[in-house]
């Protein structure tokens, strides 16, 4: 599986999984030659992402190595703290991922079957309509950002995710790096030296890594996923009939959460 | 109005007030530091812009980076010379630039500008 | 005109001495809170709006409740009023100021908050907010001062002063509407996704906003020679007596809509509110308190007897406010919070400085309001109203 995408990404691509950085990537190329391939790059073509977790092969293992690779990839610290954590994607239970669902009698393997939820980069999502200068927006190619240098810190779009997907910077996250007993926590903070941190007072959550689609790389989750469990995770575009998560919605019961809500969710569960 | 008189002497009084640190300061301008080059900086020869924009408007172009980078997706910069720059405070800028504070601080701190880029942007580890 | 702020009493001083001591208190608690970060709130991740928002709700109220002496006096000519207008502005601009700091002080990046501005987003609500609340505050200012300063000159204030008074009525509507959408329109909360949301908001809105306003008139009668009239706070007390009842009545129709419908979503949070769910709520006694003090309102209110008594009346609008306050100014905003989207109870509790910041800008507020009344009073001394 992976992405059906265009030459250059794939070289791209190439290099960023040898570990060179999206620098490297682009002195491959002699100059003007990459203006010419960037242009096929593909932001204003309406494109759809979308994600399908498959909840039978994804297992404890299966989930920590996701929530670590997303939360390792973008510095997301662990706080120790429920009322101010901050997470990107997360493992919850059953009755608490679908709570309009749940019954007493649900069997076993679900009852006890471990979700992973994130952000589900819905395709009308209110958490957009709602932000008053538009730090939290849709890209064309459906994933909803973040701009973390405009968020004022109002917290409407919290109010207004149905899902709980968005985390707020209570304090400043960098207090990691003083305080002892948080430092233990988090081994080697900012774990990703090529991507930023935050500040105090803006909104984070999961951005489909954005800024590995850009280097023809897999969401970090999914990539770490498949490393244990081919197709665990797939995660391709919806607006393309044969991709590959096309092709395994059409052969797959899923669902979605609060799929009556109306905001259209691009996360979608194998149950 | 009875006593507008007294009002405005209020007023001038309350903006000169607001304005003393500008005046203490007038007449103490030392000399503006220069930002030193590392070697791979001297090497390049050549930043995205000329030396007198960049040290002019060198935020002008961050913002326009960080705006189009994070909310157009357009990542990648041709400069005039036809070369291609990934852009990235953090893995271009100060990939040449990783001393930060011979670089960066020393002219800021100067002009008393505190920016919050490094809030969020990791800085350079610099060898001491 | 300002300058009859000036001079005052000793008493007046006191007060006003008393409020800046509370603002700075205020004002350092906020330092603090800029400084940390808004952690040293009780607010989470689960109930990411709390005191704060629900205190700029409760205030967006107070301030269109102003215009039930506006109404009246110019749609329906009733001509007592007119005297006490002005009372009815000024504390619009008071609350709308209070608003714009609850705002202010919930900012996590206060720096940046011009974004709504440099980059408006016509989709959001808290956009519109802020544009009708601003536009309000401004109304009630030119028209206030502009009255009064005609009334001082003892002529009839121009012709434009009145077509902005006319704008200023549906205006006092669209500042709560407005803000009810702020809530009505979410997908998910079932607590606030009710149409009858904006019904209820201008319902309390028209309950507490007059019935201060009688408080403040009485006070004023109390320490100054300018009295604003037996028959204007009876009126007064009628309205308040008319929107409480309708009030609680919307409170029914939530609670027979979510209880007889048996949707889990919609009894939850009225579940935890009131304590029913068999874990304990931090915010039950409040909110029966807040059933409570309804009641005694009720009563007060309805029996005329009590209604046309002006010390009963003032205990019935006192009740008003406790109730609508708790209602409004906690039960709203954190019902919505809880549960969270999970399903899960995760509590929410203001800390002392989130408190005390609130007092700083409480005190901000009755500081203006009292500079305000000042020149009123002054003014209604000086012509011998
Ligand atoms: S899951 Fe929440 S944050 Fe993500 S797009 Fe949907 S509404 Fe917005
Ligand atoms: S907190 Fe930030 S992203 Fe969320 S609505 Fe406010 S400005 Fe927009
Ligand atoms: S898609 Fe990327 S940002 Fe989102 S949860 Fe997976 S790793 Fe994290």
New binding site residues.
Partial sequence: MGLDRREFLKVAGLAGLLGLGGKAAIDMFAPGELEASMETIPLTEGKRWAMVIDVHKIDETIIKKCVEACHREHNVPDLASKKEEIKWIWKEDYEHSFPERHHEYVGEDVEHGSFLLLCNHCSNPP?CR????K??WQREDGIVM?DQH?????????AACPFGA?S?NWGDPRRVLEDEKLKELNPGYPTNQDYPTRSKG??EKCTFCAERLAKGQLPACVEAANTVKKDALVFGDLDEPDSNVRAVLRNHYTIRRKPELGTNPNVFYIV | MYDGGKIITGLIIGIGLLMAPFFYNAGKAAKAPEPELTAKAKEAKQCVMEKAYMTSSHFSLLDDWRNTVVRDGERYYTAKSGKVFYKSLQMTCLDCHSNKSKFCDQCHDYVGVDPYCWDCHIEPKEKK | MLETALKGRQGYWGLLIFLLALMGVGFVSYLYQFSEGLRITGMSRDVSWGFYIGQLTYFVGIAAGGVMVVLPCYLHDYKAFGRITILGEFLAVASVVMCGLFVIVDL?NLPRML?IMIYPNPTSILFWDMIVLNVYMLLNIIIGWNVLSAERKGVHYQKWVKVLIYISIPWAFSIHTVTAFLYAGIPGRHYWLTAIMAARFLSSAFASGPALLILLCLIVRKVSNFDPGKEQIRTLGGIVAYAFILNMFFLLLELFTAFYSQIPGHMHSFDYLFGLEGHGSVLAPWMWASIGFAVVALVLLIVPATRRREDTLAVGCAAVIASTWIDKGFGLVIGGFIPNPFGRVFEYWPTTPEVLISVGVWATGFFILTVLYKIVISVKEEVGA
């Avoid at chain 1, 709602?130 to 200068?133: K, L, S």
């Avoid at chain 1, 405009?150 to 919290?158: D, E, H, L, T």
């Fill in positions: 958490c709602v932000c008053p200068t730090a939290t973040m405009r968020c004022i810190g109002c917290r409407f779009c919290m968005r707020f803006v909104v | 996590g974004n």
